[in-house]
T-cell receptor, first 108, second 116 residues
Framework: QKEVEQDPGPLSVPEGAIVSLNCTYS??????FMWYRQYSRKGPELLMY????GNKEDGRFTAQVDKSSKYISLFIRDSQPSDSATYLC????????FGAGTRLTVKP | DGGITQSPKYLFRKEGQNVTLSCEQN?????MYWYRQDPGQGLRLIYY???????QKGDIAEGYSVSREKKESFPLTVTSAQKNPTAFYLC???????????????FGPGTRLTVL
């Protein structure tokens, strides 16, 4: 079993839809949780950063962490074509691990 | 303008050749990392360095070598011993060692290496 599991998609939604991206993990030592956005042929850029359980909102993006279930989510409201990218979850504790990434396409 | 630069953007190599990928950062970060990204496999850690003149193997270090002579620079050499080197290589840096908010990593634009 991988330490971090992420559905690779691809996920295709119409413009304006609410998008839910998820990761599960097995290592209880993870305390810091991140979401990165990666456009094609580019390096990942940090999108959201959260510590421990709870929600964090930044504009159209909400990151949610449930440590009891070892489950994290990223919600995108009013999705735009410019949100089309691969989204990577990452988590840090004793070391840092990344999910495989979910490819998202938002169609106009 | 602070950030991480990687060069070249695209690199072609013949089998049996060693190649060196450049990574430079001006963020004053202590830690630097090299990852390899293959489709469907996410990011895999090759090497990391938490301080100048010191580095550690990651999960897939075989066939790779690094040096950390300066805080700003962390070049990666892909040797002929690497059996499947064609991939997208990403360099990252962070303020500190693994664990904690100082570990948030920032990435360069990547180098796509193709072995002919």
């Amino acid at each position: 079993q991988k330490e971090v599991e992420q559905d690779p998609g691809p996920l295709s939604v119409p413009e304006g839809a609410i998008v839910s991206l998820n990761c599960t993990y097995s290592n209880s030592a993870f305390q810091y949780f991140m979401w990165y956005r990666q456009y094609s042929r580019k390096g990942p850029e940090l999108l959201m950063y959260t510590y421990s359980s709870g929600n964090k909102e930044d504009g159209r993006f909400t990151a949610q962490v449930d440590k009891s279930s070892k489950y994290i989510s990223l919600f995108i409201r009013d999705s735009q074509p410019s949100d089309s990218a691969t989204y990577l979850c990452a988590m840090s504790g004793d070391d840092m691990r990344f999910g495989a990434g979910t490819r998202l396409t938002v169609k106009p | 303008d602070g950030g991480i630069t990687q060069s070249p953007k695209y690199l072609f190599r013949k089998e049996g050749q060693n190649v060196t990928l450049s990574c430079e950062q001006n963020l004053n970060h202590d830690a630097m990392y090299w990852y390899r990204q293959d489709p469907g496999q996410g990011l895999r850690l090759i090497y990391y360095s938490q301080i100048v003149n010191d580095f550690q193997k990651g999960d897939i270090a075989e066939g790779y070598s690094v040096s950390r002579e300066k805080k700003e620079s962390f070049p990666l050499t892909v040797t002929s011993a690497q059996k499947n080197p064609t991939a997208f290589y990403l360099c990252a840096s962070s303020m500190g060692e693994a664990g904690g908010p100082r570990d948030t990593q920032y990435f360069g634009p990547g180098t796509r290496l193709t072995v002919l």
